[in-house]
């Protein structure tokens, strides 16, 4: 099985694109349709990595690519697959070949534990938000919502073999 934390969230899948199980994939503002050079995607479907085989992927417009996927035939395939999480593999060469600050991501983060200093686990990343280009972390602190802004000062440790965040926040922060 494909664990997350060896791919990297590049973006959604958003809605389909005519009758042949062609489909829309959002990308996150940092990624390009270069990031899906690759034979397979991984969707995210209840809670485990998928692999898709792309037979092919083609720029709609800056944020949004048209994909095809070897085992999606038909527009009621492709709607199965709504606001699916879309991953791509980690390279080894990604990580080699750029500064560890280059090659961090927010996205890296989903589906990691929280802890705050001061508060204890405080939940899950579950999402980035891109609001007006100010992104957040949305953490799912038992059923409620809690959104942290992604502020390099905040992140006091990554400690990505237990796939955990140290936060050190403002006082009241989490009380909002």
């Known amino acids: 099985m494909i664990e997350k934390h060896t791919c990297r969230q590049i973006g959604v899948i958003v809605k389909t694109h005519g009758i042949a199980g062609e489909m829309v994939i959002r990308l996150f503002d940092e990624f390009s349709i270069d990031d899906m050079d690759t034979e397979f995607l991984f969707l ?3 809670g485990g990595l998928v ?3 792309l037979n092919e992927a083609r720029e709609k ?10 085992q999606v035939q038909s527009d009621k395939a492709a709607l199965s697959l709504m606001d699916a999480p879309v991953y791509v593999n980690k390279t080894s060469e990604e990580s080699a070949g750029e ?5 961090f991501s927010a996205y890296q983060l989903v589906g990691y534990q929280c802890q705050a ?3 204890g686990h405080i939940g899950e990343i579950i999402a980035i938000r891109d609001i007006s ?5 949305e953490i799912d602190n038992d059923g409620e919502e809690l959104l942290i802004p992604i502020v390099e000062h905040f992140i006091a440790g990554i400690d990505d073999e237990q796939q955990l965040v140290i936060f050190d926040l403002p006082e009241g922060l989490i009380d909002m």
């Not at 280009?133 to 972390?137: I, S, T």
Request: charged share 30%; proline share 7%; glycine share 4%.
């Open 61 to 70: 417009n800056q944020s949004d690519v048209l994909v095809k996927f070897e």
């Open 117 to 119: 200093v001061g508060h």
């Open 133 to 137: 280009k100010n992104p957040l972390f």
């Open 51 to 53: 692999p898709f085989f």
């Open 99 to 103: 500064d560890a600050a280059e090659a």
């Open 44 to 46: 995210d479907l209840d």
